[in-house]
T-cell receptor, first 116, second 113 residues
Framework: AQKITQTQPGMFVQEKEAVTLDCTYD???????LFWYKQPSSGEMIFLIY??????QNATEGRYSLNFQKARKSANLVISASQLGDSAMYFC?????????????FGAGTRLFVKA | DSGVTQTPKHLITATGQRVTLRCSPR?????VYWYQQSLDQGLQFLIQ???????AKGNILERFSAQQFPDLHSELNLSSLELGDSALYFC????????????FGPGTRLLVL
């Protein structure tokens, strides 16, 4: 069965330091997509970064990068130079490319606290 | 602002009632997805529509139904509501039913009393 695992319920990081949020996944489909979303306390879901299963390079979006290790089935999010505004819940998600439709499953999330 | 709109923002109702949640996708997006986020179940995929047709189904209860209209807006109908249906319901949209990023609306917070 398809599964996303985020093993860190909560993380602390000092402002301006880098932090890695872990995500492992399990799927038997060769074609899939991996996403990270941020959910601040206000509740909205903000798209951060995307990695396709066939992408050769690790995805980067500004201060966000995705450390994609396909053989290990991991897709860790790296946030560089943390800011106070990065304090939020972070979700890893996997979209499976089933015929005709696209189910997306989410991990349980990691709550990140950035300390001043 | 993702460009996805959802109404209402908050909804309080009683057990046994029926409610309708509405979603308007980003301009040009053909695909709409519905999700439920609750404290005990986390974020769960409910259903996907593409250009008016159902394309994928997740953990959607039989008491729940959805549709996508010709103008591409979508509605999620929840009936015979139970206390456990209290949750944040998100709608998301993407450009196609392909490998496109989903952009989420602000959500509808449903409280069943």
């Amino acid at each position: 069965a398809q599964k996303i695992t985020q093993t860190q319920p909560g993380m602390f990081v000092q402002e301006k330091e880098a932090v890695t949020l872990d995500c492992t996944y399990d799927t038997s489909d060769p074609s899939y997509g991996l996403f990270w979303y941020k959910q601040p306390s206000s509740g909205e879901m903000i798209f951060l970064i995307y990695q396709g299963s066939y992408d050769q390079q690790n995805a980067t979006e500004g201060r966000y990068s995705l450390n994609f290790q396909k053989a290990r089935k991991s897709a860790n999010l790296v946030i560089s130079a943390s800011q106070l505004g990065d304090s939020a819940m972070y979700f890893c998600a996997m979209r499976e490319d089933n015929t005709g439709g696209f189910k997306t499953i989410f991990g349980a999330g990691t709550r990140l606290f950035v300390k001043a | 602002d993702s460009g996805v709109t959802q109404t209402p923002k908050h909804l309080i109702t009683a057990t046994g009632q029926r409610v309708t949640l509405r979603c308007s996708p980003r301009s040009g997006d053909l695909s709409v997805y519905w999700y439920q986020q609750s404290l005990d179940q986390g974020l769960q995929f409910l259903i996907q529509y593409y250009n008016g047709e159902e394309r994928a189904k997740g953990n959607i209860l039989e008491r729940f139904s959805a549709q996508q209209f010709p103008d591409l807006h979508s509605e999620l109908n929840l009936s015979s509501l139970e206390l456990g249906d209290s949750a944040l319901y998100f709608c998301a949209s993407s450009a196609t039913s392909g490998r496109q990023t989903q952009y989420f609306g602000p959500g509808t917070r449903l409280l069943v009393l």
